[in-house]
């Protein structure tokens, strides 16, 4: 199979030096307040006119500080007892064959090639690869389930 190669878009700017600092920030999906910056490179900040109009948008990144795979994980914190191991692609784990990340956040601001945005779990300067706007028409099935060992989710 031919190599992929990506070349990022932009850059993460956060507080966050190393993926430790992030397991409660992971945790909190949507309900996390941490405000990030998203630095898009100049040459494709026309690709931004319109985005100010989402409330929400996917940030696609990749892990460049994660150094190693698990095929099979802890779907959760450590804090969380009685949570099956299962499949790293049941789970959200950041220890994955290919170390991208996927995450919906809130787009608090565009100014000019920066985006200000509620509740990124990125590393300071990982590299963006792309960004998506949230569309509920193509991004909220209508009805859904998910795996028990998610559970917790619903009580933070």
Same mark, same amino acid.
């Given at each position: 199979?031919?190599? =992929? ?14 993926? *430790? ?24 900040? #026309?690709?931004? =006119? ?31 007892? *009685? ?30 090639? =920066?985006?200000?945005? #509620? ?5 300071? *300067? ?5 960004? #998506? ?9 209508? *009805? ?10 619903? #009580?933070?």
């Amino acid at each position: 199979m031919n190599s =992929i190669n990506f070349k990022p878009i932009g850059f993460i700017i956060s507080r966050f030096k190393n993926p *430790k600092e992030l397991i409660s920030l992971c945790e909190k999906g949507l309900k996390a307040k941490t405000i990030s910056k998203i630095m898009i490179k100049k040459r494709y900040e #026309k690709g931004l =006119i319109g985005l100010n109009k989402f409330s929400h948008i996917f940030i696609i990144y990749f892990l460049d500080k994660i150094n190693k795979a698990e095929l099979f994980t802890y779907p959760g914190p450590l804090t969380i007892k *009685k949570l099956p191991k299962v499949g790293v692609f049941a789970s959200r784990s950041q220890y994955r064959p290919n170390p991208i990340a996927l995450r919906l956040v809130r787009l608090l601001k565009v100014e000019n090639n =920066i985006l200000t945005v #509620k509740g990124l779990d990125g590393i300071n *300067k990982s590299p963006v690869l792309d960004i #998506k706007p949230y569309v509920p028409g193509f991004d909220r099935p209508g *009805k859904t389930k998910s795996a028990y060992w998610y559970g917790w989710l619903d #009580k933070n």
